[in-house]
C-alpha cells in the first residue's frame, strides 16, 4: 500500500508560480506512471498532467500546456508540478496519484492511489 501525500500549496497571486510535490511511502512509485489532478469548487475533479514510469515523456490538458510541467524524482519518491502563469480559474485542490500502469495514462479510472490534496487559491 503507497501513500501520497502533497505539500507546498498556498495563496498565489495571478501571475505567480508555485510547485507542489508529491512524496510517497509504503512502496516505490518508479513503475508506476504518476498523475495531477484537480478539483475546483463546485466542479468534479479533472485530469491536469501526468509522467510515465520513465519520465521520458508529458502529458498535460489543454488549460495549462505551456504553464505546469510535470516531474518526477524515481530516486526521491517523489512527484512534482511546476505551475506558472496562474490564473484564478487554477483555483482548486490538487491532488497526486499514482497509476496501476508504467505507461503514460489519462483515465482517471487507471490511478489507484490518492494523496489528500492541497489547495492553491489564486487571487486576482
Known amino acids: 500500500q503507497v501513500q501520497l501525500v502533497e505539500s507546498g500549496g498556498g495563496l498565489v497571486q495571478a501571475g505567480g508560480s508555485i510547485r507542489l510535490s508529491c512524496a510517497a511511502s509504503?512502496?516505490?512509485?518508479?513503475?508506476?506512471?504518476m498523475g495531477w489532478f484537480r478539483q475546483a469548487p463546485g466542479k468534479d475533479r479533472e485530469f491536469v498532467a501526468a509522467?510515465?514510469?520513465?519520465?521520458?515523456?508529458?502529458y498535460y490538458v489543454d488549460t495549462v500546456k505551456g504553464r505546469f510541467t510535470i516531474s518526477r524524482d524515481n530516486a526521491k519518491n517523489t512527484a512534482y508540478v511546476q505551475m506558472n502563469s496562474l490564473k484564478p480559474e487554477d483555483t482548486a485542490v490538487y491532488s497526486c496519484?499514482?497509476?496501476?500502469?508504467?505507461?503514460?495514462?489519462?483515465?482517471?479510472?487507471?490511478?489507484?492511489?490518492w494523496g489528500q490534496g492541497t489547495q492553491v487559491p489564486v487571487s486576482s
Open positions: 509522467v510515465p514510469w520513465s519520465g521520458t515523456s508529458t
Open positions: 496519484s499514482l497509476s496501476r500502469l508504467a505507461i503514460l495514462t489519462t483515465q482517471r479510472n487507471d490511478y489507484i492511489s
Open positions: 509504503g512502496r516505490t512509485l518508479s513503475t508506476k506512471a
